[in-house]
């Protein structure tokens, strides 16, 4: 199963992403995005790697994400 994420949290993860495209990124972006990781990891009681790993994947594929969560979904329809 996929882990949840917040919209505040992909929005961060969306700014980031941008700024690192027009290289740009600032300190304050980052570690705004890295105490969001930490913090959600905490509240939801998973790995902040794992978390992490999924917001990026989440923000920077999103072809590939929606692929993958329409496969988990029509697999759980035929269970």
Do not use: C
């Not at 700014?15 to 972006?29: M, P, R």
């Not at 990026?56 to 329809?77: D, I, L, M, Q, T």
């Amino acid at each position: 199963m996929a882990i949840e994420l917040s919209d505040g949290l992909i929005q961060l993860e969306e700014k980031a992403w941008a700024e690192i495209q027009a290289k740009e990124l600032t300190v304050e972006t980052a570690a705004a995005v890295q105490v969001a990781i930490t913090a959600h990891a905490e509240a939801i009681e998973k790995s902040r790697y794992d978390v992490e790993m999924e917001l990026k994947f989440r923000v920077r594929n999103p072809g590939a994400y929606e692929e993958r969560e329409r496969k988990r979904r029509e697999a759980a329809a035929k269970r």
